[in-house]
């Protein structure tokens, strides 16, 4: 089983920044790191992933050269460095994690990152 617990966010003008914590505990072996985000009426969409066996991340497009997903083994928290923010990133940013043998999902609480122009 995996905990998640989340913090930061908050509210910022366009082209602030803000850092999303994801701390994770639990003995499941995690495969994949993910931060995720759902905007009012729209569907939940995956912002950055970090494949944790061999290191790579990707990004949405939408993110790339702004966003930076990043983890510190030593105290097992992820997180998401957000750059150049648009009103368009606002949203309820969640970290979730696929662990196991059978790929098991589990989600932080979600934190609410709301840019004005």
């Known amino acids: 089983q995996v905990q998640l617990v989340q913090s930061g966010g908050g509210a910022v003008q366009a082209g602030g920044s803000l850092r999303l914590s994801c701390a994770v505990s639990?003995?499941?072996?995690?495969?994949?790191l993910n931060w995720y985000r759902q905007a009012p009426g729209k569907r939940r969409e995956l912002v950055a992933t970090?494949?944790?066996?061999?290191?790579?991340?990707a990004y949405v497009d939408s993110v790339k050269g702004r966003f930076t997903l990043s983890r510190l083994s030593v105290n097992h928290t992820v997180y998401l460095q957000m750059n150049s923010l648009k009103p368009e990133d606002t949203a309820v940013y969640y970290c979730?994690?696929?662990?196991?043998?059978?790929?098991?999902?589990?989600w932080g609480q979600g934190a609410q990152v709301t840019v004005s122009s």
């Open positions: 970090l494949a944790v066996a061999n290191g790579n991340i």
């Open positions: 979730n994690t696929e662990s196991g043998p059978w790929g098991a999902q589990n």
């Open positions: 639990g003995s499941a072996s995690i495969n994949v």
